[in-house]
């Protein structure tokens, strides 16, 4: 039997505990933080990143940091703020605390509850941005905090920043800090959100660590003609050639491509079961990928998305008016570009397929493309011993996003980041940017205790590799 769904094959034990757990002193601190970020809108249209990010500046002078190590960024009135924590004697680059502050929209007459306030109802905490990504804001602080308040005798400096505009609007404050704040921000590695965990029938299925993800980039094609009366049809009408254009781009397939990350990703999936979907996974793997493995997954979305770079047509506009032939017609295609690949041979790709020599193609933007971060060990067994050690025969499990992070910025400019949380969710209620988002409350306060620790392990390591790049 095929099943559709990245994780309906891994069956790994780990337990759902029980939710009613006591909460400890910094478990009640992380929470207050959760809450107050929660309820401070921090939306494109209304909100005010930079308020939350001067109030958390506050807080940490308040906890003794020194203000020279405390920095808040505004860039088109919105709000970055930046803060380092001092190793006594660091050996190597610091470890990057990376989470954003901004929320998409949230239309509180789809929600069955006010979205702007932290909700609590049953096991689950409810409120925009209780997944993405204000827990990890809160947790990433909060450990920030305890690890000050505690003097650790951390081997590196760690360093926290918290941005604006991730999610929408022009000034992205990630972007902004790597271009024109580089000294706040180089690091050896950056812990960012695109991973998390995944629950199945109550067991912990997988915990995934985002080490890749695709380039995003928008094409508009454009095809114009004099137009005339439409009692007098002509052949080269734009529209049928728009939309003989969009079928060529609808039936190619970019190559196949797998890199280290993609290829772990596959190989974990296929070592959890021994069935026919098993060796077509396998088959993935192999030199070059067999051909009856990528047809096995060609109409698997999710599976299909991590092959290759996909093209696909999201909106349409042409003519004027109903009697007359249209003048210009015109698609917007959005590309998600395998990590390595030239975004402008992407377009060159585009154009030569659509086959319509008149048609004017432009890229929305200079895209930034990033490679994948290598899964070396020093980062990787940390993860998979806190991980086995929380969560018994849960998978770690290496994923490339097909969506897009402020990771990207940073893999541009050459340092590793991965994307990891520990926090888990069940499998088929991803809600982020939807109605009622909620996050399980035991799974914040283990993303909490799991990243204390990976961040703890990893400030006190003296055997990161170097970053390739420096800002």
């Known amino acids: 039997m095929r099943f559709n769904g990245l994780f ?63 920095h808040v ?11 380092r924590l001092r190793a006594d004697k660091p050996v190597g680059k610091p470890l990057l605390l990376l989470a954003h502050l901004d929320v998409v929209e949230a239309d509180s007459a ?7 306030i932290l909700n609590e109802e049953g096991d689950y905490f409810y409120g925009r941005g209780t997944l993405d990504d204000k827990n990890e804001v809160a947790i990433h602080l909060a450990n920030f905090i305890r690890l000050h308040r505690e003097r650790a005798h951390l ?54 660590v985002q080490a ?31 939309a003989a254009a969009l079928t060529r781009i609808e039936a190619f397939e970019f190559p196949v491509r797998l890199n280290e990350t993609t290829r772990a990703y596959f ?43 996909t093209c696909v047509a999201t909106q349409l506009n042409a003519g004027h008016a109903e009697n007359a032939l249209a003048q210009r017609a015109s698609a917007t295609v959005n590309c998600r570009v395998f990590p390595g ?18 048609m004017t193609l432009t890229p929305k933007w200079d895209a ?10 020093s980062i990787m067994d940390p993860i998979r011993e806190i991980t086995a050690s929380m969560w018994p025969g849960a998978l770690v499990l290496p994923t490339m996003s097909t969506g897009a992070t402020d990771s990207t910025f940073f893999r541009n400019a050459g340092i590793p980041v991965y994307g990891v949380s520990g926090i888990f969710t069940e499998f088929g209620d991803n809600r982020i940017h939807g109605r009622d988002e909620r996050l399980p409350k035991r799974s914040f306060y283990e993303g909490l205790e799991f990243l204390y620790r990976l961040t703890r392990s990893v400030a006190v390591s003296k055997d990161l590799p170097a970053a390739p790049g420096t800002l």
Do not use: C
Not at 110 to 116: A, F, H, Q, V, Y
Not at 283 to 300: K, M, Q, V
Not at 344 to 358: I, M, Q
Not at 368 to 377: G, H, K, M, R
């Open 8 to 70: 309906v094959l891994l069956w790994s034990a780990g337990v759902l505990a029980e939710s009613n757990t006591p909460v400890s002193g910094h478990e009640q601190f992380a929470y207050e933080l959760f809450k107050e970020l929660i309820e401070t809108d921090t939306t494109h249209s209304s909100g005010d990143t930079l308020a939350l990010a001067e109030s958390i500046a506050a807080r940490l002078k308040r906890e003794g940091l020194p203000a020279n190590d405390i």
């Open 73 to 83: 960024i505004e860039h088109g009135g919105k709000g970055n703020v930046v803060a």
């Open 110 to 116: 789809d929600w069955s509850m006010d979205p702007s």
């Open 155 to 208: 081997t590196r400096d760690l360093l926290i920043a918290l941005t604006a505009d991730e999610e929408s609007g022009p000034h992205n404050g990630a972007l902004h800090l790597v271009r024109q704040h580089p000294e706040l921000v180089d690091a050896a590695l950056v812990f960012n959100e695109g991973g998390g965990g995944i629950i199945k029938d109550g067991k912990y299925v997988a915990n995934t």
């Open 212 to 242: 890749a993800e695709k380039t995003y980039q928008t094409f508009s094609l454009e095809i114009t003609n004099a137009g005339g009366h439409s009692s007098v049809p002509r052949s080269d009408n734009a529209i049928y050639q728009l």
């Open 267 to 309: 190989e974990g999936i296929a070592g959890q079961d021994t069935s026919e979907r098993a060796s077509m996974f396998y088959g993935l793997l192999d030199e070059p990928p067999a051909s009856a493995s990528i047809n096995y997954f060609r109409d698997e979305p999710e599976i299909n998305a991590r092959l290759r770079t």
């Open 341 to 358: 690949v030239n975004v402008n041979e992407v377009g060159e790709v585009l154009f030569r397929v659509a086959d319509v020599p008149s």
């Open 368 to 377: 930034l493309f990033s490679d994948a971060s290598p899964l070396d060990d």
